[in-house]
């Protein structure tokens, strides 16, 4: 499984590039208004640091319109990657992005028929969110299972990107059930590297080097 960081803050991606485990950037509306920066500037930084996909986020809500879109922000840099609201004009919008050979992010699935229909259309991502289906008390790491099934039976080429990660478990859970990309939020890196068991152990060696005699 890949890691992609889930943010639009430039610090932040700029940081885990430097960790040097990073294939990509997803971004959405919500966290491009976070930074109340210009959506194509903040891209053109974003393309400029890192060489993976970088999901841009498309808000008409008809296949015209998402399509003038992501053509406008597909043309920003070739690693641009449009990211599509998982809707029948979003299917539409995938199709035709797909013929136009533009990489496309289905975003805001919360079922397998949903990931099945996007893969169909062309889709080289679906943006499964696990943290939101766990906020209703359904279980996001069983859809990651599902969806992986489904395109293993049917080989399908789709990627699946686990989103809406809120902690580390969600991370191991996504890897063992066949997400090949999880899309996580800076903090997490943090979290994902951190044990107290390493903490002591790196003490325990400095302490022992200092008092050699
Ligand atoms: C990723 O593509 C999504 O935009 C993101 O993971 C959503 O996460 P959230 O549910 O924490 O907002």
């Known amino acids: 499984m890949k890691f992609f960081v889930d943010t639009a803050n430039i610090d932040d991606i ?4 430097e960790l040097g485990i990073l294939a990509g950037v997803t971004t959405n509306p919500s966290l491009v208004a976070k930074e109340g920066v210009s959506f194509h500037d903040r891209l053109k930084e974003i393309t400029d ?3 993976g996909s970088v999901s841009a986020e498309v808000i008409s809500e008809d296949a015209e319109g998402m399509i003038a879109e992501g053509k406008e922000l597909a043309a920003i840099a070739p690693n641009i990657t449009v990211k599509v609201p998982m809707t029948l004009e979003g299917l539409k919008a995938v199709k035709a992005f797909s013929d136009l050979n533009i990489t496309t992010n289905v ?3 919360f ?3 949903q990931a099945l229909l996007a893969a169909r259309a062309g889709a080289t991502y679906v943006s ?3 943290g939101r289906l766990d906020d209703i008390g359904q279980n996001g790491v069983d859809l990651i299972a599902s969806i992986s099934e489904l395109f293993e039976i049917h080989d399908i080429k789709t990627e699946i990107i686990a989103a809406s990660i809120r902690h580390p478990m ?9 997400a090949h ?3 996580i939020p800076y903090k997490v890196f943090g979290q994902l590297v951190k044990h107290p068991l390493t903490d002591q152990g790196i003490e325990k060696f400095l302490a022992d080097w200092n008092n050699q005699k």
């Open 128 to 130: 499964p969110f696990l």
């Open 49 to 51: 640091e890192v060489s």
């Open 14 to 17: 700029r940081a885990a590039n």
């Open 111 to 113: 079922n397998a028929n």
């Open 107 to 109: 975003t805001l699935i």
């Open 181 to 183: 990309i999880a899309t």
């Open 170 to 178: 969600h991370v191991t859970e996504a890897a063992r059930n066949g």
